[in-house]
């Protein structure tokens, strides 16, 4: 076993050069709360200012938010680039007007034919084609009529993605088909101007719901309506201002639409936290006699030191996502992280003036006795009860581990039935156009009519004399394809250099079988076709480009792991100095994001509970939820690491006792943490009720991710863990020591 230390070593030569931190950085964050208590009125007004400049700057120059999956490089964005080159009316992104009569679309030529003619003038369409054939001609089979002539669709393809558009553009797609609105016809849009015509998420039943039960349980646990108030005020302001950020940097690069939405969540929820953590200090030492600008002082200087390292925890965590190469990630991380400096600065500065201005008037309304973090000296058995319960761990702390592996295990079962894809249309609500068009496609058509697939042949490098053999050669293996309900003739474009065509699967694009019908297209079936021509063969379209993003996304999922988890070690073994401490809070928190995975698939891909939370039946897990939960989540868990553990490193310091270390600081951070944690819960929760169903999924995920966290994790294993690995938790190789950076995540110097 790793050598401890003796309990007959003294305090001072225990702490080492890690225990205190650097004088200077204590001493700055002290100074920094004194003077923003001090100053509370300017630090308020300055707050204040700056929500307001960020929020007229946003309203003036602010960008938009759209969903752009494109991946340069890959297979679905090279056929788009071949097709553009040589048949520009084929290429770009397709998207449907769906069209339905009870009685018959024939009836409505002229309409149709004004309506796709509008429609081929506006901005950015490179073109438009009815549905109904020539006069007198039939309707050919597998076309845009159904066969029973109520349902057709008016191709539409634009130069550019319609979700990167400006809502404004329906303005003209809806003048475009006000005649055949105006004779009866029902018109809804398909793909991705369906998706422009959604309404933008609106958070504030979410945001008022997660503020509710805030409220009640910070009057429960602090009993002061006053303390209650001030961490909702400051993650407010803060998550206000960190949007408003957000909305600027969103006018020099496009975000997703899901960007401000994952952004709130993660702000209020750490906001609340961050604030909470402060706030506890300060009222213990008010109560302790304190006077106040002091204790906002000390409150910074040693609570907001572990506020200060969790945040930057968070955001490295977020910031791992940018190793996936993928831009939409790495933006959806740089959005969450805006809102958690936001967050961290806020409880820095304008809790701190909050505090200084009401003074010794914190509990001035109170709801039964005040109470702050409670808790005796360190091997105190009279204390309270989480120190009974502490003791009781420590003297099974065997049972206590296998229960609670056992129960992250029993959650974590269904992860090894995953299946990663896209969320179609068929999940939304019919209250979208969305919807309607694609149910109405999918009776019409057949499910896989809403995701067509592209196919291209560059035959560029190809002798002419050998193009008609290549031609052939492609037809014969698209003959019979299984898995397509059709497979239209291969067409030649105007210069002879690239053959394309259309298959539609016989699945929904969301389904596993059309993925696998993409993979078995691109790897084998159309290369194996031109084998030793010099042809090169594509699969594009929007399902398609949606099977390269996931395929990415999954090859880099482990890359992502790695990456994060290795980060987030190094800074626990940084900051506590405990090699064993470090492993320890990483191999949980594996577990515990292992059960909030299992608990997604359990929901929404096998479909337990699923209809409850407003989802059309199974679903798959959205390729990239996996990946952001796990940066988010490993960040989260950490703070909750942190503040535990520094309560447990800084009683051990004190004495030298692991077990009255863990006894002490579970009785202390206990309450408060499953203050934390139940907030923080109900504000991801809260987000279930959004019309989004992957922030459903995110809220669901990180709902119980940070429950599993506080529970399972904090109260059984933590203190299982720690008393199994007494003084040895804290050994650190000499080499290691040596080498690390010395960071104090709550130190004691900052008492009065």
Same mark, same amino acid.
């Given at each position: 076993?790793?050598?401890?230390?003796?309990?007959?070593?003294?305090?001072?030569?225990?702490?080492?050069?890690? !225990?205190?931190?650097?004088?200077?950085?204590?001493?700055? *964050?002290?100074?920094?709360?004194?003077?923003?208590?001090?100053?509370?009125?300017?630090?308020?007004?300055?707050?204040?200012?700056?929500?307001?400049?960020?929020?007229?700057?946003?309203?003036?120059?602010? $960008?938009?938010?759209?969903?752009?999956?494109?991946?340069?490089?890959?297979?679905? &964005?090279?056929?788009?680039?071949?097709? &553009?080159?040589?048949?520009?009316?084929?290429?770009?992104?397709?998207?449907?007007?769906?069209?339905?009569?009870?009685?018959?679309?024939?009836?409505?030529?002229? @309409?149709?034919? @004004?309506?796709?003619?509008?429609?081929?003038?506006?901005?950015?369409?490179?073109?438009?084609?009815?549905?109904?054939?020539?006069?007198?001609?039939?309707?050919?089979?597998?076309?845009?009529?159904?066969? %029973?002539?109520?349902?057709?669709?008016?191709?539409?393809?634009?130069?550019?993605?319609?979700?990167?558009?400006?809502?404004?553009?329906?303005?003209?797609?809806?003048?475009?088909?006000?005649?055949?609105? %105006?004779?009866?016809?029902?018109?809804?849009?398909?793909?991705?101007?369906?998706?422009?015509?959604?309404?933008?998420?609106?958070?504030?039943?979410? /945001?008022?719901?997660?503020?509710?039960?805030?409220?009640?349980?910070?009057?429960?646990?602090?009993?002061?309506?006053?303390?209650?108030?001030?961490?909702?005020?400051?993650?407010?302001?803060?998550?206000?201002?960190?949007?408003?950020?957000?909305?600027?940097?969103?006018?020099?690069?496009?975000?997703?639409?899901?960007?401000?939405?994952?952004?709130?969540?993660?702000?209020?929820?750490?906001?609340?936290?961050?604030?909470?953590?402060?706030?506890?200090?300060?009222?213990?030492?008010?109560?302790?006699?304190? +006077?106040?600008?002091?204790?906002?002082?000390?409150?910074?200087?040693?609570? $907001?030191?572990?506020?200060?390292?969790?945040?930057?925890?968070?955001?490295?965590?977020?910031?791992?996502?940018?190793?996936?190469?993928?831009?939409?990630?790495?933006?959806?991380?740089?959005?969450?992280?805006?809102?958690?400096?936001?967050?961290?600065?806020?409880?820095?500065?304008?809790?701190?003036? #909050?505090?200084?201005?009401?003074?010794?008037?914190?509990?001035?309304?109170?709801?039964?006795?005040?109470?702050? /973090?409670?808790?005796?000296?360190?091997? +105190?058995?009279?204390?309270?009860?989480?120190?009974?319960?502490?003791? &009781?761990?420590?003297?099974?702390?065997?049972?206590?581990?296998?229960?609670?592996?056992?129960?992250?295990?029993?959650?974590?079962?269904?992860?090894?039935?995953?299946?990663?894809?896209?969320?179609?249309?068929? !999940?939304?609500?019919?209250?979208?156009?969305?919807?309607?068009?694609? %149910?109405?496609?999918?009776?019409?058509?057949?499910?896989?009519?809403?995701?067509?697939?592209?196919?291209?042949?560059?035959?560029?490098?190809?002798?002419?004399?050998?193009?008609?053999?290549?031609?052939?050669?492609? &037809?014969?293996?698209?003959?019979?394809?299984?898995?397509?309900?059709?497979?239209?003739?291969?067409?030649?474009?105007?210069?002879?250099?690239?053959?394309?065509?259309?298959?539609?699967?016989?699945?929904?694009? @969301? /389904? @596993?079988?059309?993925?696998?019908?993409?993979?078995? *297209?691109?790897?084998?079936?159309?290369?194996?076709?031109?084998?030793?021509?010099?042809?090169?063969?594509?699969?594009?379209?929007?399902?398609? !480009?949606?099977?390269?993003?996931?395929?990415?996304?999954?090859?880099?999922?482990?890359?992502?792991?790695?990456?994060?988890?290795?980060? !987030?070690?190094?800074?626990?073994?940084?900051?506590?100095?405990?090699?064993?401490?470090?492993?320890?809070?990483?191999?949980?928190?594996?577990?515990?994001?292992?059960?909030?995975?299992?608990?997604?698939?359990?929901?929404?891909?096998?479909?337990?509970?699923?209809?409850?939370?407003?989802?059309?039946?199974?679903?798959?897990?959205?390729?990239?939820?996996?990946?952001?939960?796990?940066?988010? =989540?490993? $960040?989260?868990?950490?703070?909750?690491?942190?503040? #535990?553990?520094?309560?447990?490193?800084?009683?051990?310091?004190?004495?030298?006792?692991?077990?009255?270390? =863990?006894?002490?600081?579970?009785?202390?951070?206990?309450?408060?943490?499953?203050?934390?944690?139940?907030?923080?819960?109900?504000?991801?929760?809260?987000?279930?009720?959004?019309?989004?169903?992957?922030?459903?999924?995110?809220?669901?995920?990180?709902?119980?991710?940070?429950?599993?966290?506080?529970?399972?994790?904090?109260?059984? *294993?933590?203190?299982?863990?720690?008393?199994?690995?007494?003084?040895?938790?804290?050994?650190?190789?000499?080499?290691? %020591?040596?080498?690390?950076?010395?960071?104090?995540?709550?130190? /004691?110097?900052?008492?009065?």
């Amino acid at each position: 076993m790793p050598p401890s230390v003796p309990p007959s070593t003294p305090p001072s030569d225990r702490r080492g050069p890690s !225990a205190a931190g650097p004088p200077a950085k204590r001493a700055a *964050l002290r100074r920094l709360g004194e003077w923003c208590a001090r100053h509370s009125v300017l630090v308020i007004v300055l707050w204040i200012v700056a929500l307001a400049a960020v929020q007229a700057s946003n309203k003036t120059v602010g $960008g938009e938010y759209s969903d752009d999956f494109s991946l340069p490089g890959s297979q679905a &964005q090279q056929g788009q680039t071949v097709l &553009q080159a040589h048949v520009p009316a084929a290429a770009g992104t397709s998207s449907q007007v769906v069209l339905h009569d009870p009685q018959s679309l024939t009836g409505f030529a002229p @309409q149709i034919s @004004q309506a796709v003619t509008s429609l081929t003038q506006l901005p950015h369409v490179l073109g438009a084609q009815g549905p109904l054939p020539p006069a007198g001609q039939p309707a050919p089979p597998g076309g845009p009529l159904s066969a %029973d002539g109520l349902t057709g669709y008016i191709t539409v393809r634009f130069d550019t993605n319609p979700t990167l558009l400006d809502e404004d553009y329906l303005d003209g797609v809806d003048a475009a088909v006000a005649p055949l609105r %105006d004779a009866g016809v029902q018109v809804e849009y398909g793909g991705p101007l369906g998706e422009l015509a959604q309404p933008e998420p609106d958070d504030r039943t979410s /945001e008022a719901i997660g503020f509710a039960v805030a409220i009640v349980v910070l009057l429960i646990g602090f009993r002061s309506a006053v303390a209650a108030g001030l961490p909702l005020v400051t993650a407010l302001f803060a998550a206000v201002v960190g949007l408003g950020v957000l909305g600027l940097i969103a006018a020099l690069s496009t975000f997703a639409t899901v960007a401000p939405t994952l952004a709130t969540m993660i702000g209020i929820g750490v906001g609340i936290d961050y604030a909470l953590f402060l706030l506890t200090r300060h009222r213990q030492n008010l109560m302790d006699g304190v +006077d106040p600008v002091a204790s906002a002082g000390q409150a910074v200087a040693t609570s $907001g030191r572990a506020v200060l390292v969790s945040g930057c925890t968070v955001i490295i965590a977020l910031s791992g996502l940018s190793v996936s190469g993928i831009s939409f990630m790495a933006k959806l991380g740089i959005a969450a992280a805006v809102t958690v400096v936001s967050a961290v600065l806020g409880a820095l500065t304008l809790l701190p003036a #909050l505090m200084g201005l009401i003074g010794r008037r914190m509990d001035r309304i109170t709801v039964g006795r005040p109470i702050a /973090e409670a808790g005796g000296a360190p091997g +105190d058995e009279a204390a309270g009860v989480w120190h009974r319960y502490a003791r &009781q761990v420590e003297g099974r702390p065997w049972w206590y581990l296998v229960a609670g592996v056992v129960a992250l295990g029993i959650l974590a079962i269904p992860l090894f039935s995953i299946q990663l894809g896209h969320i179609g249309d068929g !999940a939304d609500s019919t209250d979208f156009t969305d919807r309607r068009a694609y %149910d109405l496609m999918s009776e019409a058509f057949g499910p896989g009519s809403n995701g067509p697939l592209t196919l291209v042949v560059d035959q560029s490098a190809v002798p002419a004399e050998n193009r008609p053999t290549v031609q052939a050669s492609v &037809q014969q293996a698209l003959t019979g394809l299984p898995g397509a309900a059709s497979v239209s003739p291969l067409q030649l474009s105007p210069d002879g250099l690239v053959l394309f065509n259309t298959v539609v699967p016989t699945t929904s694009p @969301q /389904e @596993q079988a059309t993925t696998d019908l993409v993979d078995r *297209l691109s790897d084998t079936v159309l290369p194996d076709s031109v084998t030793g021509t010099g042809a090169k063969t594509y699969v594009t379209g929007n399902t398609a !480009a949606q099977v390269d993003f996931l395929d990415i996304v999954s090859s880099r999922l482990v890359l992502i792991i790695a990456v994060v988890v290795g980060l !987030a070690f190094l800074i626990i073994l940084a900051v506590f100095r405990g090699l064993l401490v470090a492993v320890k809070a990483a191999v949980l928190n594996l577990l515990s994001i292992a059960a909030s995975y299992g608990v997604l698939v359990a929901v929404f891909q096998w479909g337990w509970g699923g209809p409850a939370l407003g989802v059309n039946g199974t679903v798959p897990i959205e390729s990239y939820v996996p990946m952001m939960m796990f940066a988010i =989540v490993f $960040g989260l868990s950490m703070d909750y690491e942190i503040f #535990l553990l520094s309560r447990v490193h800084e009683a051990w310091l004190r004495t030298g006792r692991s077990q009255d270390a =863990v006894a002490h600081a579970l009785e202390i951070t206990a309450r408060v943490i499953s203050c934390a944690a139940l907030i923080m819960v109900s504000v991801f929760a809260a987000f279930i009720v959004s019309d989004n169903i992957v922030i459903k999924m995110m809220g669901l995920g990180l709902a119980v991710s940070v429950l599993v966290d506080a529970t399972i994790v904090r109260l059984l *294993l933590v203190p299982a863990v720690m008393t199994l690995l007494g003084a040895s938790a804290w050994w650190t190789p000499r080499f290691l %020591d040596r080498i690390l950076p010395h960071i104090d995540a709550e130190g /004691e110097g900052e008492k009065a």
